[in-house]
C-alpha cells in the first residue's frame, strides 16, 4: 500500500501520508463523502473528487500486481525467468506493457513460426540475417524437408520465424505502438451507396485528423458512423518506411544489403505490427472518448442535480402534448399531490378556453405559486397556455402564478417505474410524469434521484461509452450531490435516503417504515432504533441527516454528532446555550477555530463546524430564477441572426454549451462565442441550468441547427484555436484544415450532430 500511495500521491501533487491515510479509512469501510467531509484533519483535506481518484487508481494498481505476480510464476515456472526479464516486468507500470512482456511466454496454438523452427528453419532465418548478400534461394536450398518442400516454402518458413520474433519484441512493440499513436492519422470516408442514409455524418464523409488530437465528442461519432455502416474508417500510421525502418534497427537488420530481408520486414509489419498497434490505437482512443463523455455528462449531471430548488411552493404542473392532451397535476409546497386533470387545448380537439378556465380554478383553489411546464411536444404553445392561466387567475384576485419551463427529460422512464407504481399505483401513467414535472422544480435533487442517471438525458453519446465506467461514475455523482446537500430525514424518500454515505437500499426502506410506524424523527439518536442501522452506518452517515424542529438543534445542521462536545465547549466559552449560539454572526465569526481545536478535532474541522453554526442547513445550491422566453418565438423557423433571447443552459460539452430558447430544438454556444477572451473549458463559464442570454448567430432551419452567442454586442469571430488543429479532407497528416464557411460555430454544429430537443440522448 505505501507503493502505491506513494505512485498516486505523485499523480495528484500531494504528499503520499495523505493518500495511505485515505486508502487505510476506505479499507475500514468509510464512505468517501464521509471521510472528505469529517476526516479533514487525517488526509489533510481532499476532496470528494481526489478520494475518488484515490480509490480506482488504487484498485488498477491492486490489479497490476495480481496480474505482475501470476505472469512472474507462469514463466519462472516455464524455467525462462531471468533476472533481467524479472527487472523488466517489476518496471513495467501498465498492464499493456507487461502483456507485451509476457507474450513470448503465454501459451499459444502451435503457429507456421513454431512449425518453421521445429523443421530447423531458424537456421535458415538467422544465416540470411548474418549473411545478408547471400543468395535466399541458393541457401535455402539445404533446408528443403518435410513440410517445406521447395524453396520458397523453406524461404516463406524463415519470413513466419521472423516476424514472429519482431511481434514478441516488447520493447520494439511498444516504441512502433506508441510511434503509430502519435504519428498516425484517423481517416473517414462514406461507404458506397450509404450517402443518403448516413446524412447525419456527411461532415466525416471525407475527414482525417491526427489521432492524438481527436477531441472525445468526434472519436465517438466516428466510431457511431461506422457501427451504423455509415463510415468506412482507415487507421493511417502514415509512411511504411518509417516503421520498418525502426524494427530494422531494434533488430539490428541490414535491409539495405537484402531485398529479401527488406521484403520479409515489410510482411513482418503489414501483417504483424500494424495489425496490432491499429487495434491498440482502436483502444486508445476509445478510452480517450469514453473518458471524455464520462467527463461532461458527470459534470453536466453534478449541475442538474445541484439546479436552484424552487422551494416549498405549491406547483401546478403540466406534461404537454397534442391529441393526448395536456397531463396536469397540482402538488402542495410538500410535494404531497392534490388534483389531477387532463385537459385538451391543442390540435385536434381544440378546447382552450375550457382548459384555460379549468386550470385557473385549479390554481386559485390550491393557492398554486408556480406553473411547470414541461419542455416536450407542444411546450411553447403549452406555455402561451400556462401565461393566460396566470394572467386569469390575478385578474379574479388570487396570486399570480409564475410559468417556468421544465426539463421532462427522464420523467416519461420515472412515471413507467415500478418505484413510481408504487408511489402512485391510483395514478395513470402519464399523470405521474405530470407530477414529477412539478416536484423537479420544487427540489430537482429530490426528484431526479428517482431517475436513471442514463435517462436524464445530461451526456454525449451516452449508450456508446463503457456502461459499467458510465454507471459507476454517476452513481457517484448522485451520492456527491446528494450529501454536499443534506438530506431531510422525516421528508426524504427511499430513492433519496439509499443516496446517503453509509445507507444501504434495505436500511433506507427501514428508516421509511419505522418512520411510518412511529411518526417523525426527533433526534438523530433514534436511529439507532431502526432495525440494522449500527454504529457503523450511523457514524457514515448522520452528519447528512438532518431534522428540522427537533429535540436538539445541532440535528438541523451539517454537524456531525461526534463533534457536538465542541460546540459544546464554544457554548461554555460564550457563555450562550446551542440554540443562542445558531446564526449569532457577530459571536460566531469573533471565535478563533484554534482556540477549541484537539486531537481528534483540528482546525480544519473546528471551522467547519463554526461556519455551519453561523449558517445551519445552508443549502450549496444557487438561487431559483428562471429564463423568460420571447413572444412569438416558438419554431426554428421564427429565429433570425442577431435576435437577443434569454434561454437555460441544458447540456455543457467540451466544445460548448447547449441553451434551450423554446423553439424545441437547442441551440449551441461554441467555445469560441463564449468570451472575448480564450476559453479552454465552457464550464468555467456557464453550467446547465443557468439563465442565460444570447444572440442568435445562425440558423439551419432544415437541418434543426441553431447557432448562438454569449457575445451579445460582438461580430462574428475567427475560429477558436481548437479548430484549426490539423486534418481535414485528404491531405496528409498535419496538414491543416480549411476553416469552413461559417468558422467555429459552423463547424462546431456539424461536428456535434445535434439536432434534436435533448442532444445527449
Excluded at 382548459?355 to 380554478?361: E, H, I, K, S
Excluded at 441544458?650 to 468570451?675: C, K, R, Y
Amino acid at each position: 500500500m505505501t507503493d502505491f500511495a506513494a505512485t498516486i500521491a505523485t499523480e495528484l501533487s500531494v504528499r503520499p501520508a495523505q493518500v495511505g491515510t485515505a486508502l487505510q479509512l476506505l479499507a475500514e469501510g468509510n464512505t468517501v463523502p464521509f471521510i472528505s467531509r469529517y476526516r479533514k484533519e487525517a488526509t489533510g483535506g481532499l476532496d470528494d473528487n481526489q478520494l475518488r481518484h484515490i480509490e480506482q487508481r488504487h484498485a488498477y494498481l491492486v490489479e497490476l500486481e495480481q496480474r505482475r505476480e501470476a505472469i512472474l510464476s507462469a514463466i519462472e515456472e516455464q524455467g525462462a525467468l531471468t533476472d533481467e526479464l524479472r527487472a523488466a516486468i517489476l518496471r513495467a507500470e501498465t498492464k499493456a506493457r507487461l502483456e507485451d512482456l509476457y507474450l513470448p511466454y503465454k501459451k499459444r496454438r502451435k503457429t507456421k513460426a513454431d512449425a518453421a523452427r521445429e523443421a530447423g528453419l531458424g537456421e535458415l532465418t538467422q544465416l540470411l540475417i548474418d549473411a545478408p548478400s547471400t543468395d535466399p534461394e541458393a541457401a535455402a536450398q539445404r533446408f528443403i524437408t518435410d513440410g517445406y518442400a521447395d524453396t520458397k516454402a523453406a524461404l516463406d518458413g524463415a519470413r513466419a520465424i521472423l516476424a514472429d520474433d519482431i511481434a514478441l519484441d516488447a520493447d520494439l512493440v511498444g516504441e512502433v505502438r506508441e510511434r503509430f499513436y502519435r504519428s498516425g492519422t484517423m481517416r473517414a470516408g462514406v461507404v458506397e451507396g450509404k450517402e443518403s442514409e448516413g446524412a447525419n455524418f456527411k461532415d466525416y464523409f471525407d475527414f482525417s485528423e491526427p489521432f492524438d488530437s481527436l477531441p472525445s465528442h468526434r472519436i465517438l461519432a466516428l466510431l457511431r458512423g461506422e457501427s451504423e455502416g455509415v463510415l468506412a474508417l482507415d487507421f493511417d500510421p502514415g509512411e511504411d518506411e518509417l516503421y520498418t525502418g525502426t524494427i530494422a534497427a531494434r533488430r539490428g537488420l541490414p535491409l539495405q544489403d537484402s531485398a529479401w530481408l527488406a521484403k520479409a520486414v515489410g510482411w513482418a509489419w503489414r501483417t504483424k505490427l500494424k495489425v496490432s498497434a491499429t487495434l491498440d490505437t482502436r483502444m486508445r482512443l476509445k478510452e480517450k472518448a469514453d473518458a471524455g463523455a464520462l467527463e461532461v455528462f458527470s459534470n453536466n449531471l453534478r449541475d442538474v442535480l445541484l439546479a436552484a430548488p424552487a422551494g416549498e411552493r405549491a406547483t401546478l404542473a403540466l406534461d404537454p402534448g397534442y391529441r393526448n392532451g395536456v397531463k396536469c397535476a397540482v402538488v402542495d409546497s410538500t410535494g404531497k399531490v392534490v388534483d389531477t386533470v387532463v385537459i385538451y387545448p391543442h390540435k385536434p380537439q381544440g378546447r382552450w378556453e375550457e382548459g384555460v378556465d379549468t386550470l385557473a380554478q385549479l390554481a386559485a383553489a390550491h393557492d398554486v405559486e408556480l406553473i411547470a411546464v414541461g419542455n416536450g411536444t407542444a411546450s411553447r404553445e403549452t406555455d402561451k397556455l400556462a401565461g393566460e392561466v396566470a394572467d386569469r387567475v390575478a385578474a379574479g384576485g388570487a396570486r399570480r402564478p409564475t410559468p417556468v419551463t421544465v426539463s421532462e427529460s427522464g420523467a416519461s422512464v420515472y412515471s413507467a417505474s415500478e418505484l413510481a407504481a408504487a408511489e402512485f399505483p391510483e395514478l395513470d401513467v402519464s399523470l405521474r410524469s405530470a407530477v414529477s414535472i412539478g416536484r423537479r422544480l420544487q427540489d430537482p435533487l429530490a426528484e431526479l434521484v428517482k431517475v436513471d442517471p442514463k435517462s436524464i438525458g445530461v451526456g454525449q453519446y451516452q449508450h456508446d461509452v463503457d456502461q459499467h465506467a458510465l454507471a459507476t461514475a454517476l452513481d457517484a455523482v448522485v451520492e456527491d450531490a446528494v450529501n454536499a446537500v443534506g438530506v431531510d430525514l422525516n421528508t426524504a424518500s427511499v430513492p433519496l435516503l439509499e443516496r446517503v454515505a453509509g445507507i444501504t437500499p434495505t436500511l433506507a426502506r427501514n428508516i421509511v417504515d419505522y418512520r411510518d410506524a412511529h411518526g417523525a424523527f426527533t433526534s438523530r439518536k433514534e436511529l439507532g432504533k431502526v432495525p440494522r442501522l449500527g454504529p457503523k452506518a450511523f457514524e457514515q452517515a448522520a452528519g447528512f441527516l438532518r431534522i428540522r424542529g427537533g429535540l436538539n438543534p445541532l440535528d438541523a445542521s451539517a454537524v456531525h454528532p461526534e463533534a457536538y462536545e465542541v460546540v459544546e465547549r464554544i457554548a461554555s466559552a460564550t457563555g450562550l446555550g446551542a440554540r443562542e449560539l445558531i446564526g449569532n454572526a457577530a459571536v460566531l465569526r469573533g471565535l478563533d477555530p484554534a482556540d477549541f481545536a484537539t486531537e481528534i478535532f483540528g482546525v480544519p474541522t473546528v471551522t467547519d463546524i463554526i461556519a455551519e453554526l453561523d449558517k445551519p442547513g445552508r443549502d450549496p445550491r444557487p438561487e431559483f430564477k428562471t429564463a423568460a422566453f420571447k413572444e412569438g418565438i416558438n419554431e426554428v423557423s421564427d429565429l433570425t441572426p442577431g435576435m437577443i433571447l434569454e434561454g437555460t443552459v441544458t447540456n455543457v460539452a467540451a466544445f460548448g454549451a447547449f441553451v434551450d430558447i423554446g423553439v424545441h430544438h437547442d441551440g449551441l454556444v461554441h467555445v469560441s462565442e463564449m468570451s472575448e477572451r480564450f476559453v479552454s473549458d465552457p464550464r468555467e463559464v456557464v453550467r446547465s441550468g443557468d439563465v442565460v442570454k444570447v444572440r442568435v448567430v445562425d440558423v439551419d432551419t432544415q437541418r434543426h441547427r441553431i447557432g448562438l452567442s454569449l457575445r451579445l454586442d460582438a461580430q462574428a469571430r475567427k475560429p477558436a484555436r481548437r479548430d484549426n488543429k490539423p486534418g481535414g479532407g485528404s491531405g496528409k497528416p498535419g496538414k491543416k484544415k480549411r476553416p469552413e464557411p461559417g468558422g467555429a460555430m459552423a463547424q462546431a454544429l456539424k461536428e456535434a450532430g445535434f439536432g434534436a430537443r435533448r442532444p445527449g440522448v
